[in-house]
């Protein structure tokens, strides 16, 4: 940052009695001292590692309120009647989509009728390319002989996604016009929105069985927070026109809701249904770990035995079932309402409608008569899971694959990954903690170290230390080499519009992809190995750092590069001296998202074997012990919370040196 940009930042109280810099200086040299000492044995043992003997018993503590809340406040008995309806309505829908023996006893429904009417519903969403999507998307799964699989997991997502929905919306309209409960919930959507999926999981386990009932339970947890956000947005977006046009003409408090503000939030609000759903789906994948059946409990059943075409097929399965309900979704919001002049049919408004049901019904009699329009057994399916298994395992085995890989794997694990982990794991608490204050003091503030030193330090008297910094060090080492490969490609891409929207496009498509999916190249490649844990980190962190950076550098206005160009600017003195500084703060959304997933994906790939607090997590899923499973997911919520607060306020700062607002 140059001189004049800190001169334009807005003024903040000096830290500790100093200004900023001097303050991260002093931070930073403090730190590095304490470093030295330890490496010289002149630092005492309890500036190492805080004594055990000073670690407060949070686990405990937690324990005794979720026993007393638990028991004694009757919640386990209340959540267990919850319990009897959703598992009645998850009965209903298992029944109908892949043939649970459950009341009404009717499915399971064709697999042909199902995909004929999804695809007749792309076809109204978005033409024949989402009609082919759809259909596509549905007769692949059934053609793999995975129909049966997928349908258990959409069984519970049909049901968790509107429930998370209503929740989202209802809570998100409260919030709205209620500013203090909006000012209560945030900190808390914030909190919920970093912790690890874990986190959610054995509570549902304890309180709502395990199966599909504690993994609709889970997923509606996990998928509220964004819906409530966007409520929230699109509520007070609305014009104050268009508002007092709805006083004016009348209408009750009920009636402005309904007719008045909800319809011009529609946007908002349906981005929010697009954000469920795909959370919904990438929850309900990864429930496997609690007992949940469907295509997640097979896909870690066959990674696990290294089984990689099965492993390879139902990803692709995943993958396709998730980017169709992106882009329907997606379509659905930038779909227009459709108005019809007073005297029309009602066949021909509904004329999509009648068509879907149409299909859905020619095509489940013709499943009477038609054993493969109704099903396809694992003998008939189009599968080949098996030769897939036999080409990679002889392409894995050539020698020029096991050269490059055993010998990427030796360079990066000797000479990378290992030495940066024990040099983390070799600063005293205190110093990593000063580092953390150091680095928030430079680019954000005074709050925002305060807080991230304040988080950091709650880390520490966890009594997780070690643990939380094998954690940082596979997002650190993740997050590094995602920008040395992600901003060239990101670079080259901006270049031209052509380029850039076809990584904008592969960057798009990449987002929906379920976690779990990004696992399977890693360990094709590395096997089950602390590598294959980086490079699936990398991978998933990659993408919003390419993404970001094309949108940023494309956002920078043609007058300043002309500019640039007519002070005889070269390429790369326009790169690093105009356009980049330019496209910062739109760049520090990807970074900060990159860290986000980054934090997320260390915590799934606790399958591979981490010795991190994914690990610790994975391992409490085990027992009943809650406070344990708190206590680690809020470690890895507050290291998010803290790069989170430093990255955006950065980036904040920035747009007002720049003039874009804050």
Request: with cysteine.
């Amino acid at each position: 940052m140059s001189a004049a940009d800190q001169q334009s930042l807005p003024s903040a109280p000096p830290a500790f009695g100093i200004d900023r810099p001097k303050a991260a200086l002093i931070c930073f040299a403090v730190a590095i001292a304490l470093t030295i000492a330890q490496y010289t044995g002149l630092l005492p043992a309890f500036l190492h590692r805080l004594p055990e003997s000073l670690i407060p018993p949070f686990a405990d503590w937690l324990d005794v309120i979720f026993e007393f809340v638990k028991e004694d406040l009757g919640l386990l008995a209340f959540t267990r009647f919850l319990t009897e309806g959703l598992e009645w309505v998850l009965d209903v829908t298992g029944n109908l989509l892949f043939g649970r023996r459950r009341w009404p006893y009717l499915g399971p429904i064709p697999w042909s009728a199902i995909a004929a009417a999804v695809a007749v519903l792309g076809y109204w969403l978005g033409g024949w390319r989402m009609a082919l999507l759809a259909g596509g998307t549905f007769l692949w799964t059934a053609l793999v002989g995975q129909w049966e699989i997928a349908m258990q997991t959409m069984s519970v997502l049909v049901v968790a996604a509107p429930m998370a929905f209503v929740i989202g919306l209802s809570l998100g309209i409260t919030a709205w016009k209620y500013p203090a409960f909006e000012n209560a919930i945030k900190p808390i959507l914030a909190v919920l929105q970093t912790l690890p999926f874990f986190t959610y999981l054995l509570p549902a386990v304890i309180f709502f069985k395990v199966g599909p009932t504690a993994g609709a339970v889970a997923t509606v947890v996990y998928a509220i927070p964004p819906m409530i956000l966007m409520t929230i947005l699109g509520l007070q977006k609305v014009s104050p026109e268009v508002v007092e046009a709805g006083k004016m003409s009348g209408c009750t408090r009920l009636q402005m809701l309904r007719h008045v503000y909800i319809p011009s939030a529609r946007t908002e609000i349906l981005v929010g249904v697009n954000q469920v759903i795909m959370l919904c789906l990438a929850m309900v994948v990864l429930t496997a770990f609690i007992g949940m059946p469907g295509l997640g409990a097979t896909l870690l059943q066959f990674m696990g035995s290294f089984r990689l075409g099965r492993s390879f097929e139902i990803g692709v399965t995943i993958v396709l079932i998730a980017v169709a309900l992106d882009r329907m979704s997606k379509a659905w919001v930038a779909k227009q309402p459709e108005h019809f002049e007073k005297g029309t049919p009602w066949w021909q408004q509904h004329r999509y409608a009648l068509i879907g049901l149409s299909a859905f019904v020619l095509f489940y009699v013709l499943a009477q008569f038609i054993p493969y329009l109704n099903e396809i057994g694992r003998r008939q399916s189009l599968s080949m899971g098996r030769e897939i298994d036999g080409v990679m395992r002889t392409f894995l085995a050539l020698d020029w694959v096991t050269a490059i890989t055993g010998g990427l794997r030796a360079f990066l694990n000797n000479n990378v990954f290992i030495p940066f982990r024990n040099f983390l794991l070799s600063i005293p608490t205190p110093a990593l903690i000063l580092l953390i204050v150091a680095f928030g003091l430079w680019l954000a503030g005074r709050k925002q170290a305060m807080l991230a030193g304040l988080f950091f330090s709650l880390v520490a008297l966890s009594g997780w230390w070690d643990r939380a910094v094998i954690t940082l060090y596979s997002v650190l080492a993740a997050v590094i080499l995602a920008t040395l490969i992600g901003l060239p490609i990101a670079i080259l891409a901006a270049r031209n519009e052509k380029s850039a929207r076809r990584v904008l496009l592969a960057c798009d498509t990449a987002q929906t992809f379920p976690s779990f999916v990004y696992l399977l190249p890693a360990i094709m490649l590395f096997g089950i190995t602390d590598i294959a844990v980086i490079f699936s980190i990398l991978i998933f962190a990659t993408v919003p750092l390419v993404r970001y950076t094309i949108e940023g550098l494309r956002t920078v206005p043609p007058e300043i590069t002309e500019a640039a160009d007519m002070a005889g600017a070269t390429r790369l003195q326009k790169l690093l001296k105009v356009q980049i500084p330019l496209a910062f703060p739109t760049m520090a959304v990807g970074f900060n998202q990159a860290i986000m997933f980054a934090f997320f994906m260390v915590i799934i790939a606790a399958f591979i074997g981490t010795q991190d607090l994914g690990q610790e997590l994975q391992r409490t899923l085990a027992g009943t012990n809650l406070g344990t499973n708190f206590v680690l997911g809020i470690c890895v919520s507050l290291m998010a919370l803290s790069f989170d607060l430093i990255i955006m306020k950065w980036a904040s700062d920035r747009k007002r040196v720049l003039g874009l607002g804050g």
